[in-house]
Every structure is written in C-alpha cells, then in structure tokens.
C-alpha cells in the first residue's frame, strides 16, 4: 500500500511534538509492515535555524519532504495582520497540498492520513483526492471552548475551528485515540460516536524499556518524574503545590521537571522562573531538578531513572509521556481531565486522582513512595499492558484493516457525488476568498485611518519600491491641473493610464496568485475528481 502522511512537525527538523511522535511512530510501523510510506511536514522556520531543511531526505526507508510554507500568502499583509494564525493555517496547508498534488500525479497514494489540529487536511477532504483518514489529536476548537493559553473565540480562532470541521466532517474515516476526545469532537462537530474509531496512540516498546542505560544516577532517594511543556495546561503548577506537603512526609525524595519552558506564568513571564521562585519561597528548591528538552532517543534514558511519573494534565487526549512511562515500566499517576486516564488501570499500573487537586496527587505520590514493593508490582503490570496493547506491530495490523475501511468508505462515497470539478479548484476558491477579504479590510482601515494609510505607505515603499514611486506618481499628476495647451492634457491623460496599468500589473499578484495557484495545481491533474457538497 502507497501511503501518504501528512503532518506540519516531524522530527527532527520540526519538534517531538504529540502529533510529530505519533506520526514518526506511524511512519516507522507502516514501512516495517512492508509498506511504502512517504511524510509531508514543514520546513524549519528561516528565524529558528541557520540550517535550512532539505526539501526531500529518505530516513530509516521513509521518504520525507520537506515544504516552505513562510512565503505564502505573503501579499495579504491585512489577513497576516487581523487573522495571522489563520493566515498561518492557510498558508501551510495551500504549501503541503501542493506538494501533495506533485507527488499524487506522479504515482497515485492510496491512502492519506493527516491530523484533524489547525484542519491540516481540509483540501484533502474538500477535494476527494484520494481516501482520507483523519485522526483527531486535539481539535482548536477545545482550546477554544476551555480557554487554554487564554485562546478566545475571536475571527481568528474561529476561521480555525470552521476549517478543522470541515476536514471532519468529509473524511472518509475519523480515528480517536481516546473516547473523551472522540466525545468532544462528537459534539462538537454533531457527527456520532459511533463513527469514530478509537485507536490507542502506539509506542516502540523496543525503545523504551525498562532495560538499558539510565540518564540520572541511582541513590537513596526515590524520584519522581515529570516530562511535558512547563504550562499550566500539562498541571506542573500542580505538581509543584505538591511538593511541600510530600516532603512533610517523606524525605527521601527528589522530583526531576523534563520540558521546555513557556512565557505563559502571570504577567507573560518564564513558567520555569515561576515555579522556581515558589519552591523557593517554600524552601523545596533543592529537591528538584529541572531539565530543558531532551531529543526522544534521549528520553528512555530518563524514564529508567525514575521510580514515578506523574501526569497532571489539566487536559490532554493521550499524552505520549505516559504511554512512553508505561512501556518504560514505570508506574503513573495522572489527572481524571481528558483521555489519559483511559490508559491506567486504576490501581494496577497506577493512579487517577482528580484534577486541579494538589492534596490528592500528593497522597497518592506519598503512597507510592512508602510502598516500594507496590511500586514494583505496579511497574511489571504497566510494562505487560504497554506490550500487549500499545506495541507498534498490533497497532499497524489495526491500522491496516481501518485504512481498508477507509479506502472502501472513498469509493462508496464518490460514486455518489453531485458535481465534480478539478482538484486546484478549492485552492482557487480559497486564495480568491481570502483576497476578497483582505481587499475588504485593506480599503475600510484606508478611509478610516490616516496613521493606517502612512504605515501602509512606508511598508510598500520599503517592500515594493517600484509600485510605491508609481503610485505617487499617479497620484501627482493626477491632482496637478489640466493644460490645454500644446496638446498637455492629452499626454497627461495617456501619461495617466499608462501608469495605471503599470500599477495594475504590479499590484496583481494577490489575484494573479490565485489564478496561477488554480493553474498549477489542474496541471498536475489528469482527470477530475468528485468534490462532495453534501457533509456526513
């Protein structure tokens, strides 16, 4: 089976991100199985690397291509400014469907499996390309309702969520790792839980395990351990308000803080500064450790070093540091708040304690520490249930037969289609679309705002000094006055319209751009394809 994988990081150029480690493993468990896998991912953005990223690299036998994503759209200025996290969306998916459509005409995929976060594969859905599966991370619509990072329903957000319902809701096939997500995006979306199939998130049991070499050096203490992004939606600052009753009882414990740090503490400060002032104030700075990131093949090392790990998410769907702490054989203690608790076994290979409650976690981290046969038992159970349901071999033999569903929902679906039209042509409609938009914006705040018209003015001139000289030009032989004399009047007249061509060619790129994209994209194509009209 030719498959293709779409998704925006991918390590290592782009990050170890949930979705980035999910599509890495995939990847890996698919060409083990014999297939032919390729990954579509985003380049490294020119200001956090010096190194650029190849546009195409073969590793471990799969093929990854790389897009550059940062130019485009990059004559809708106005869109960038009022709606610059839609304008990134758009403009990273418009880069990977392209390039999608170039590798689709050479040698047809049989199958696309993209993420459902920020509508990564809304043209694939939209356009019935080749047979799509969507699997749901976490949706920004969730961000959106909870108000995490204090994301709020503005334009901007909004235009996400529109664009991530759409993907879902012309998929052929929708995959959840855990049924609280599945139920939220149920709701969400109004389409029912019994058409999304719940595929736990896999791990390499082979990489992490309980053997091998350990990051941090064994001694009296028993150590708890933390991995995750230092923000308040991973509950590290629950954690930390744990610590001083845990040290209260227990002495012999230190705690190990994995993950980069954030400007999401009070006032837009470094969390990491934050949490570290508090243990301070409460004189339990030097029981813990904090570590900045560490590359995934680093990871395992750091799980053996630990005895506990504890999850205290104020959400997440299936976070992979408790899959990767269960296969490592370690036991958890993870919050109740979203699907991470269906991964535990309550009592077994760990705890679930409620949210938002540094009382219940310390109690149950305390009730480990003094028990270390329990926490031994407990470890064996989480390595035997990581093996037996998360390995990577049983999730491709189930991936497989949901991609064959899949493949079969396609065909069923476009044989029933109302209309066809190419494949460029909802890339078309979408640049036309947001250029009629930032049209739209562009001449409000113009008669509106005399400080908008010279900023305007002085970004042009110093990104398009050609169109800027011509338009004032114009513009000044416009307002001088008529003379009739020696025929003046006739020349300034031509003088006139041959400028006002000159600036219509020159300031045409935000339609000619769409024109071309359209273009390009029915080049690559050698027939049409059906575009469904009707949703699920």
């Known amino acids: 089976m030719r498959i293709c994988l779409i998704s925006r990081e991918y390590p290592p150029d782009t990050g170890w991100g949930g979705i980035g480690a999910y599509t890495f493993n995939t990847a890996r468990a698919l060409h083990s199985a014999g297939h032919e896998v390729e990954v579509i991912a985003l380049k490294k953005c020119s200001t956090e690397s010096a190194e650029p990223s190849q546009n195409c690299s073969v590793l471990n036998g799969i093929t990854i291509h790389r897009v550059d994503w940062e130019n485009v759209l990059e004559e809708l200025n106005l869109f960038l400014i009022s709606a610059p996290s839609s304008h990134y969306v758009l403009g990273s998916g418009i880069a990977i469907w392209k390039k999608f459509i170039e590798l689709h005409r050479k040698k047809k995929f049989d199958i696309v499996e993209a993420p459902e976060h920020l509508g990564a594969g809304v043209f694939h859905a939209l356009t019935g390309a080749a047979p799509l599966v969507l699997t749901l991370h976490t949706p920004h619509s969730k961000f959106v309702a909870e108000n995490f990072h204090s994301i709020e329903a503005s334009f901007d957000n909004q235009m996400i969520c529109l664009l991530e319902r759409l993907a879902i809701n012309q998929a052929d096939l929708l995959l959840s790792p855990s049924m609280d997500l599945g139920k939220f995006v149920a709701n969400d979306t109004g389409i029912g839980i019994k058409d999304i199939e719940i595929l736990r998130n896999p791990v390499d049991t082979d990489l992490f395990c309980p053997e091998g070499k350990s990051a941090l050096s064994a001694n009296e203490n028993v150590r708890v351990l933390f991995v995750g992004r230092l923000e308040e939606r991973k509950g590290i600052h629950i954690l930390i308000d744990s610590i001083p009753k845990i040290l209260a009882q227990f002495k012999q414990v230190e705690f190990c803080i994995v993950g980069n740090d954030t400007d999401t503490a009070p006032e837009g400060k470094s969390m990491r500064n934050y949490l570290q002032s508090s243990l301070a104030d409460k004189g339990a700075l030097d029981r813990v450790e904090f570590i900045s990131h560490v590359p995934l093949e680093q990871m395992p090392e750091y799980y053996r070093s630990a005895d506990i790990c504890v999850i205290p998410s104020l959400y997440d769907n299936a976070p992979y540091t408790c899959i990767e702490a269960l296969a490592s054989g370690k036991p958890v203690i993870v919050s109740s708040f979203g699907g991470t608790k269906e991964y535990v076994d ?44 998360l390995d990577l071999k049983t999730y491709c033999r189930r991936k497989l037969e949901l991609y064959e569903t899949a493949i079969a929902a396609h065909q069923d679906r476009t044989s029933r289609h109302l209309y066809q039209q190419p494949h460029g042509r909802s890339l078309e409609d979408t640049v036309e679309l947001l250029c009629a938009f930032d049209q739209m914006v562009y001449k409000t ?62 300031s045409a790129p935000p339609y000619s751009l769409a024109r071309t994209w359209g273009k390009l994209a029915a080049d690559n194509e050698s027939d049409y394809a059906p575009r469904i009209s009707n949703l699920k």
């Open 346 to 389: 309550e009592g077994v290979t760990g705890f679930v304690v409620p949210g938002q409650d540094p009382c219940q976690l310390s109690e149950a981290i305390i009730t480990l520490l003094q028990d270390e046969k329990r926490r031994q038992t407990m470890a064996m159970a989480a390595r035997n249930y990581a093996v037996q349901f």
């Open 445 to 506: 705040l113009y008669e509106q705002s005399c400080e908008f018209r010279f900023r305007h003015r002085y970004r042009l001139l110093r990104s398009r000094p050609k169109l800027a000289l011509t338009q004032a030009a114009h513009f000044i032989l416009a307002k001088m006055p008529n003379f009739s004399i020696l025929g003046l009047d006739r020349l300034k007249s031509k003088f006139l319209k041959n400028l006002a061509h000159a600036i219509e060619g020159k």
